[in-house]
């Protein structure tokens, strides 16, 4: 087949052949997005036939390579591919493959796939290489001494990869190999990709049963890893040798569609690129402006969500400038001088894809109605589009220009290099294969992520982030951070509010996950249905399994641990929080002692909290205190509040029990009483609505106050006496409290405390926050009445 190429800036799309004719075809000649040449395998065969060129100048069997390679690294070393080429020619000497020509042209053929892409020299020579140690007498060692560990890595990394056998669990394992040297060099996966695209395009020699089984694995498994590592253009020639394959009658309609838009008289994407370029040019900013037409499957797909195509349906327009704020400026320009269509823009320069993908995306919309898709990159932004991970070239090569700098790289992970283009996504990957039990769970499980081509950032309290698929739940949160610890989450804070472990994550939230004290805290099997990540699922599957009958209660609800079982009775409750009687039995006693009759050790831990509150006047425990010798009695402790109605009795409202300086207003009781409400109370907006009138109130000038807190937290022993210790320590009085039982290994504690100022609540709060096991303190708010 001669070389052939096609212009993305001029050519509309060129039909790929028949699927009955990919047998005698290297590749479609489907719409490229870039220049390709094609390598003629019939000289290629008569020079592998003809042994190595000389050693002093370059064979003539790798030109293309050569050429492709320089165009992208033009000082490279050209000696290493010389002699892979030298080694690989006489090792595969004699072989042929099915559709007749020497092996060599294979390696030759994947090499210029990467080549085309811009890979680094190391990477073309290991291509070169790949077959060799697996279908030849070369051995490692021979790679190792004569071309280096790295090639020696990636080849054996691809070695384990050949020979596919496509039975059913032969094929499952070889992908997890497969993943797994991935996992400490892409480069590996980069080769694998450009393998199979060269195989896809001589697919046609083998029977139709098989091309279906390989096609359909190439659909599932390795084109999504070529759109998760960004190589496009890998990933959209695969697209189209799939669709040719599996639905040969779709593709046939395709294709008339295609030729039938390019007989039209007229291009409108054309006209449109013609009037952008000169919007471009008089605002001055230097700019590339080309038509892409759309690959098959694209074309398919956009038929299918608009029905009849129209002219600026078959491609989109990119423009490519030098620097990242000319991108911006080119959307100014555009949406300024032509008329855009503003729900189509997406900005993935400030938001890269997960896939390390960047551009703007915009639309413009022509006078008869038609709307463009507009691309805006700059060139380093279009060459890591088309050639993802494969353009960022050695992960491990030191910069040129810099030094290392041991702060700012990324420090190596149990002993393994750290390399810098693996994407979350993979790494998460690697951890959940290993805990996959079987070939078909480790293959449904993968195919079921690959799936997910959309990721969010979520990120922990501490400033560290955790990389999820978009969709996943508090739950992938918890086991995407703790492993198989998270069986003991209990719920978590979403941006700083309590959220349930089934709440949905956003891009940008802040997860804190709130974890049990009992270790023999277990997962619920509802929370398979909120879990996204195959990590998350494998480990909630692998201990229900491993405890069967756990996990649900006979009625099917969440099982809770013995001391969180409902219904407890009161000294149950009260041992689960270190006392033997719950606080409500003693409303008003103020001792708040955390005493436990049937525990000396809570006993004694009670001791001391009331030792240390009776040490100070007006702590929780302590005796009242004395007034001066001639001093008056101390009157009521509550806060004074003014009303605007002379004589009315004042009190303050129960449900949301206001503090100096809240917000108040008032309501007339029966009695003549007034009520004094906190403004954003529930009960203030019910009484509103049934036309109740409003009374001024105004604070007094005293500082004391009574508020009622709600404290939420973990059940664990002495935890009613470490709380009611730091509310004396805060000169708080206790007026009363209750404890209701436990549920889901939850305690909510509540609260009414006398404070000699208003003004020490705030601290009074973060001191009970900071008691162990308690993650919640807020003030009371009860719920309106119903209208």
């Known amino acids: ?25 290297v590749a479609p000649a489907a719409a490229r997005r870039k220049s390709r040449a094609r390598i003629d395998l019939r000289r290629l065969g008569r020079a592998a036939l003809l ?70 020299t190391t990477t073309l020579t290991a291509s070169l290489l790949h077959d060799t140690v697996e279908d030849t007498e070369v051995t490692l060692d021979q790679v190792r001494e004569q071309f280096g560990e790295e090639v020696r890595y990636l080849v ?21 190999k497969m993943l797994v040297a991935t996992g400490n060099d892409v480069r590996v996966m980069s080769i694998k990709l450009a393998d199979r695209l060269h195989n896809m395009r001589t697919l046609g020699v083998m029977r139709p049963e098989k091309q279906a089984r ?52 007229g291009d409108p994407l054309a006209e449109v690129a013609d009037e952008m370029r000169g919007v ?36 989109r327009l990119l423009v490519l400038v030098n620097e990242d704020a000319d991108c911006y400026g080119v959307l100014g320009e555009l949406h300024t001088c032509m008329t855009p269509v503003v729900s189509e823009f997406k900005d993935f320069i400030a938001v890269p894809k997960f896939n390390l993908y960047q ?42 220009d810099a030094p290392a700098d041991p702060a700012t790289q990324d420090a190596p992970a149990d002993g393994e290099r750290a390399d810098p283009t693996r994407p979350g996504w993979l790494s998460r990957l690697l951890d959940w294969q290993q805990a996959a039990p079987d070939p078909d769970t480790f293959w449904s499980t993968l195919r079921e992520d690959l799936a997910q081509d959309r990721e969010i950032t979520v990120f922990r309290p501490d400033g560290g982030a955790l990389g999820l698929p978009e969709g996943a739940t508090c739950v992938d949160a918890a086991y995407a951070q703790y492993g198989e610890d998270a069986h003991a989450c209990i719920g978590a804070r979403v941006n700083g509010r309590l959220a349930t472990l089934s709440t949905v994550l956003r891009d940008g939230d802040t997860v804190q996950l709130l974890m049990g004290q009992d270790p023999a805290s277990e997962p619920s099997r509802e929370w398979l249905e909120h879990a996204h990540t195959p990590a998350a699922r494998i ?52 001792d708040g002692d955390g005493h436990s009759e049937g525990d000396p050790a809570d006993a ?5 909290a009331r030792t240390a509150a009776a040490a100070r006047p007006g702590a929780a425990g302590a005796p009242p205190a004395r007034p001066a010798d001639g001093a008056p009695a101390p009157r009521s402790r509550r806060a004074d509040v003014l009303a605007d109605r002379p004589g009315a009795a004042v009190r303050l409202a129960g449900c949301c029990t206001p503090v100096p300086p809240d917000e108040i207003t008032g309501f007339a009781v029966r009695g003549g009483a007034v009520t004094v409400h906190r403004v954003e109370c529930a009960a203030v907006a019910h009484m509103k609505s049934t036309g109740r009138a409003e009374i001024g109130v105004r604070w007094g000038n005293t500082t004391e106050c009574r508020v009622t807190l709600v404290a939420e937290s973990f059940g664990r022993p002495h935890l009613l006496a470490d709380l009611t210790e730091a509310i004396a320590l805060q000169g708080a009085e206790i007026v009363s409290a209750t404890v209701e039982p436990p549920s889901q290994q939850r305690v909510r504690h509540t609260y009414t405390l006398q404070l000699p100022d208003a003004a020490h609540l705030p601290a009074l709060m973060r001191a009970m926050r900071d008691v162990p096991g308690v993650y919640d303190v807020s003030r009371a708010q009860h719920q309106a009445p119903a209208s």
């Open 156 to 176: 054996d990394g691809v070695t384990k990869l050949e020979k596919v056998d496509y039975g059913a669990a032969a094929e499952p394992e070889t992908f997890r």
């Open 359 to 400: 551009s703007l995306h915009t639309a413009v919309a022509r006078p008869d109605g038609q709307v463009v898709e507009v691309l805006i990159r700059t060139h380093q932004m279009h060459k890591v589009a088309e050639a993802g991970v494969v353009a960022l070239g050695n992960p491990y090569a030191p910069a040129a």
């Open 280 to 315: 471009l040019r008089e605002a001055g900013i230097p700019a590339d402006v080309l038509i892409r037409p759309r690959h098959f499957v694209s074309v398919h797909r956009v038929a299918r969500k608009r029905g009849r195509l129209r002219g600026t349906d078959f491609g």
């Open 51 to 120: 042994g190595p060129a000389a050693r002093d100048k370059l064979p003539d069997a790798i030109s293309h390579v050569v050429e492709a390679h320089r165009a992208h690294h033009p000082d490279a070393d050209l000696e290493p591919l010389r002699r892979a080429y030298v080694l690989a020619e006489s090792s595969h000497r004699g072989q042929m493959r099915k559709s007749g020509e020497p092996y060599i042209t294979h390696p030759l053929a994947v090499t210029l796939i990467l080549a085309e892409l811009g890979a680094e």
């Open 539 to 590: 480990a909630i599957q692998r201990w229900l399994a491993a405890h069967p009958g756990d996990g649900t209660d006979p009625d099917g609800s969440p099982a809770t641990p013995a001391s969180s079982a409902a219904p407890t009775p009161p000294a149950a409750v009260a041992e689960s929080v270190g006392t033997a009687r719950p606080a409500a039995a003693r409303d008003g006693d103020g």
């Open 214 to 265: 390989i096609a359909k694995v190439t659909r599932d498994v390795l084109i999504p890893l070529a759109e998760r590592l960004g190589v496009q253009a890998l990933k959209t020639e695969l697209e189209d040798l799939v669709f040719a394959i599996l639905h040969p009658e779709e593709y046939e309609h395709t294709r008339e569609l295609i030729a039938e838009n390019a007989a039209r008289p």
């Open 604 to 608: 004694r831990t009670a001791a001391a």
């Open 1 to 25: 087949m001669s070389a052939e190429a096609t212009n993305p800036a001029t050519a509309g799309p060129v039909a790929p052949p028949a699927p009955q004719a990919l047998a005698a075809s």
